[in-house]
């Protein structure tokens, strides 16, 4: 029997989930002082950074879970997760049973998630370009986006990007790396740069 092995793996996750016991308290407290309406049973790995402009709507249901911190997923999370809203009436709605592994959700107009959504680590969700394309404007803050739709059961994998007026259907699943450009349908897989088809789930 391999007593150090399972020693220190059980010690491993002991220690992440007693740690997650006091940051999911602090988050807590630090959204509703932020004004963000947050559901039961939300698990949060680490502290998240989440900055919501006045008068916009970030909202989580429950039992979520938010992976901050290095050690709480071994494929490799380089940051935190960060969820910021930048203008009034922008939204984030995230719905019950998702996951998040070091994902930045930047929202200009609107972003929903649906329930039981799984984002891989190192992950990216924003429904506007951050920075004007027109090289005279680029210094200005850019003031159009398009609301982007993640529906029920999908699965984005590491390191994607998911790009303004995109809407995923369900069940489906994004290869790791791609960049999502425009409409996913639902109960497929599709990977790349552009993010396209590859095949449908029988």
Do not use: Q
């Not at 680490?46 to 989580?60: A, E």
């Not at 990216?124 to 680029?138: A, E, G, I, K, Y």
């Amino acid at each position: 029997m391999d007593v150090k092995g399972i020693i220190t793996y059980k010690a491993f996750y002991y220690y992440c989930n007693f740690s997650a016991y006091f940051y999911s308290v602090y988050t807590y407290i630090y959204c509703y002082f932020k004004g963000i309406s947050i559901g039961n049973s939300n698990k949060f790995f680490g502290l998240p950074t989440i900055v919501r402009h006045p008068d916009s709507i970030i909202s989580i249901a429950s039992k979520c879970r938010f992976r901050s911190d290095n050690d709480s997923n071994l494929i490799g999370v380089s940051r935190k997760c960060i969820l910021s809203t930048h203008k009034k009436y922008s939204k984030i709605i995230i719905g019950d049973n998702c996951g998040f592994s070091g994902t930045s959700i930047g929202c200009l107009i609107e972003i929903v998630i649906e329930n039981n959504v799984i984002f891989g680590a190192n992950t990216l969700v924003t429904d506007f370009d951050w920075h004007n394309l027109n090289p005279n404007m680029r210094s200005y803050p850019v003031e159009t986006g398009k609301a982007v739709y993640i529906e029920e059961n999908v699965f984005v994998g590491y390191g994607s990007i998911i790009l303004k007026g995109v809407k995923i259907g369900k069940n489906s699943v994004i290869g790791a790396n791609s960049v999502v450009t425009s409409d996913i349908p639902p109960n497929c897989i599709a990977a790349g740069n552009p993010c396209k088809v590859l095949s449908f789930f029988k």
